[in-house]
């Protein structure tokens, strides 16, 4: 692990950092740190002092600030002090220029990776001897170390530090790559591309990887990339361990990929260099992509298109490539007559397979592009050129949730690519969800969107195997098998009575409910159940209350988050979850231990006596939470929820009433349990009948 916290502080010596680098690194809001500033002004643990200003706004010295959080447990960051380093140093050593310290500090981070002791535990020359040792022809990384002179020791130090407390070089220099939007690096955030965008590439490749690897195990390089931009496309790729066991890289020579080089070594992943400097070198089984790459501008179609052109060129026979896009170029009517001609030269290579285009957001500088995805690989001579086509894949109205597609939607395209570049019959057997049949002849004719051009597959017979016939009588049973248990709920006339209302605003006041902030969850840290139900803890967020997704649907590592969220709240049992965007809405957690999901909150009820129960409301009322949650959600879209008036139970019907409605909502869950297997059954039926693989019976009433 990293060093002791003794050890660090001359890391952190001379760094500086203000309010806002507090928060963004402590993971908490802005404002949070100006009231630790103001409420910790004095006692044991006082909040460090400024050391100076910058712009008029306080510096303060990065030790004692991470010696404050450390003591006080403040903050959701359990790696703070090293991540302070990071943050600072990169932005602040003195006398070391930003982009040296950068380059040197990543230089530093691919070296410990093949280093068997810690960078600073060695001399400066022993340092440079061992990264003489690692790139004896300066391909990479000594000229960057040789460049730290005098501070070479310092950033040994903090090499260590930052790999200790990320656990490999690898992440930690992901965490340094990640800084990159913050400092504003224009030649490693232009046309950079969203993470759903990189996982959405890699799922692609990985599948495509799956045959090839199998295919080919002699090539010189599982995966190349002719414009690799700073690697963001590569390390997304050749992360995925449980395709790839020894990962390995393509790319071109030359200084403008050094950083390139030095992340992947950082990964402990081999890189090549082919002899040839021009496109692709055709020596491993995927070639992956981005046009134009990470650094570049914006270009037009034509210049795309010419990029695109040297991949197809380069590409062996049996090999396939995955470029990602802009859409305008790749799958959108063309702009230009030059444009036109220049990809019809391409469709004409037959070398398309396959085209996605995406829904926009995916490029970090300019949200509102759209990108797509050309999937190629061999052409096929056999086939006459008239009767030629690829298909189509409209992925724009399947907007990633955080940083990832849906998981089925991500699967379905997968199998639907790895179809496409099979023969006709392997896809006349399949059924494609999104691809549709583009007639290259048609695409030409037309000059237009290769969307617009796609026709529907039509399928032929395929035979399941009995699969949807037994299915079909499975659901049967189920759903005339299903208990249903009377709700017992016993009613009877009553005596008219005034509402009891109270806002709850004033409720929250009298301690009588509790207003309990949701978590600010990573995107990458929520994922789909599916794992050991033990090591899970379902999230509750705004899908689940505006009933984009089941409760139980989304969850999160159970030791994940008790690891990276230090300040993390689960919920109890009968607490309320609300949200009031996009619209009021709400229900009870009734079995608790759940995380909300910010902006969704927690309405909790409390007792102001200790003989009370929660929610009494004086001697005579009593909030009951499924009464709260029904008229939380009835509330009317852009008010407050302090304003909200709830209504008030009278004591003596408090424990029937909460008892019959937990009984609706079991009878409600079991309603929708059952209205999805109707639906499931419904589409069963459907399909197989029109695809004669089921048969409906005409059993004798009197048998």
């Given amino acids: 692990m990293g060093a002791s916290p003794a050890a660090q502080v001359p890391v952190l010596h001379g760094l500086r950092l203000s309010l806002s680098d507090v928060a963004e690194l402590a993971r908490v809001q802005r404002p949070v740190v100006s009231v630790w500033r103001r409420r910790y002004a004095s006692g044991p643990h006082p909040f460090p002092a400024p050391v100076g200003t910058r712009n008029g706004a306080a510096r303060f010295a990065a030790a004692d600030v991470a010696a404050w959080v450390e003591a006080t447990g403040r903050g959701n960051n359990p790696a703070f002090r090293a991540d302070v380093a990071l943050r600072a140093a990169l932005t602040e050593t003195p006398g070391l220029p930003d982009a040296a310290a950068f380059a040197?500090?990543?230089?530093?981070?691919?070296?410990?990776?093949?280093?068997?002791?810690?960078?600073?535990g060695l001399d400066p020359d022993d340092v440079l001897d061992l990264a003489d040792e690692l790139d004896p022809d300066d391909t990479s990384l000594y000229a960057e170390i040789d460049a730290l002179g005098g501070h070479l020791a310092t950033s040994c130090a903090l090499a260590d530090l930052a790999a200790g407390s990320a656990y490999t070089p690898g992440a930690a220099m992901e965490t340094v790559?990640?800084?990159?939007?913050?400092?504003?690096?224009?030649?490693?955030?232009?046309?950079?591309?969203?993470?759903?965008?990189?996982?959405?590439?890699?799922?692609?490749?990985?599948?495509?990887?799956?045959?090839?690897?199998?295919?080919?195990?002699?090539?010189?390089?599982?995966?190349?990339?002719?414009?690799?931009?700073?690697?963001?496309?590569?390390?997304?790729v050749l992360g995925r361990g449980e395709v790839l066991d020894a990962p390995a890289a393509v790319i071109p020579a030359g200084d403008a990929h050094r950083l390139t080089r030095r992340r992947l070594g950082a990964h402990g992943w081999s890189v090549t260099m082919p002899a040839d400097q021009g496109g692709v070198s055709g020596s491993a089984p995927l070639v992956v992509t981005q046009v134009p790459a990470v650094g570049s501008g914006p270009v037009d179609d034509v210049e795309a298109l010419a990029l695109v052109d040297e991949v197809v060129l380069g590409l062996a026979p049996g090999r396939h490539a995955v470029v990602v896009g802009p859409a305008s170029a790749l799958v959108d009517a063309p702009s230009s007559a030059e444009a036109d001609s220049a990809r019809a030269v391409l469709l004409r290579a037959d070398r398309l397979r396959a085209a996605v285009l995406l829904p926009a957001g995916l490029v970090v500088e300019r949200p509102r592009e759209r990108l797509a995805l050309w999937v190629l690989g061999d052409a096929r001579p056999d086939v006459p050129i008239a009767e030629r086509w690829t298909t189509v894949a409209d992925l724009s109205g399947f907007a990633p949730v955080g940083s990832r597609f849906d998981r089925a939607v991500v699967e379905d395209l997968c199998t639907d690519v790895v179809a496409a570049l099979g023969t006709a019959d392997d896809v006349a057997r399949h059924a494609f969800r999104f691809a549709r049949l583009a007639p290259t002849p048609d695409v030409l004719a037309s000059r237009g969107s290769l969307v617009t051009a796609a026709k529907p597959f039509v399928r032929g017979a395929r035979d399941d195997g009995g699969a949807a016939a037994v299915r079909a009588?499975?659901?049967?049973?189920?759903?005339?098998?299903?208990?249903?248990?009377?709700?017992?709920?016993?009613?009877?006339?009553?005596?008219?009575?005034?509402v009891w209302r109270l806002p709850l605003g004033a409720l929250a006041d009298r301690k009588i409910v509790r207003h309990v902030p949701g978590n600010r969850l990573d995107g990458a840290d929520v994922r789909r159940a599916g794992g050991e139900p033990a090591g899970e803890v379902r999230v509750l967020g705004v899908p689940e209350l505006c009933g984009d997704a089941d409760a139980g649907e989304?969850?999160?590592?159970?030791?994940?988050?008790?690891?990276?969220?230090?300040?993390?709240?689960?919920?109890?049992?009968?607490?309320?979850?609300?949200?009031?965007?996009?619209?009021?809405?709400?229900?009870?957690?009734?079995?608790?231990?759940?995380?909300?999901?910010?902006?969704?909150?927690?309405?909790r009820l409390r007792s102001r006596e200790p003989e009370d129960v929660p929610g009494a409301v004086g001697r005579e009322g009593r909030l009951v939470p499924e009464v709260l949650a029904h008229d939380v959600g009835s509330q009317a879209r852009g008010t407050r929820w302090r304003s909200w008036e709830v209504r008030v139970v009278r004591a003596h019907q408090a424990e029937e009433v909460t008892t019959a409605l937990a009984r609706v909502r079991e009878r409600q869950e079991a309603a929708r349990r059952e209205l999805a297997l109707l639906d499931e059954l419904a589409t069963t039926l459907v399909d197989g009948v029109t695809s004669g693989v089921v048969r409906m019976r005409k059993d004798d009433p009197g048998s």
Avoid: H, I, M, N
């Fill in 177 to 236: 790559l990640a800084d990159r939007f913050r400092v504003g690096r224009v030649a490693l955030t232009r046309s950079a591309l969203a993470p759903a965008a990189l996982g959405l590439v890699a799922d692609v490749a990985g599948a495509l990887l799956g045959d090839a690897v199998a295919l080919d195990v002699t090539a010189d390089g599982l995966v190349e990339d002719p414009y690799p931009g700073c690697g963001d496309l590569l390390v997304a």
């Fill in 554 to 603: 989304r969850v999160v590592d159970r030791l994940a988050f008790a690891a990276r969220y230090a300040a993390g709240r689960l919920t109890e049992p009968g607490d309320v979850v609300f949200c009031t965007t996009p619209r009021p809405a709400a229900f009870v957690d009734s079995a608790g231990f759940s995380v909300v999901e910010y902006p969704a909150r927690v309405l």
């Fill in 104 to 120: 040197g500090l990543t230089a530093l981070l691919a070296l410990k990776a093949y280093a068997a002791e810690p960078l600073a």
């Fill in 473 to 498: 009588g499975e659901l049967v049973t189920l759903l005339d098998d299903a208990p249903r248990p009377p709700l017992d709920v016993q009613v009877e006339r009553g005596d008219a009575e005034q």
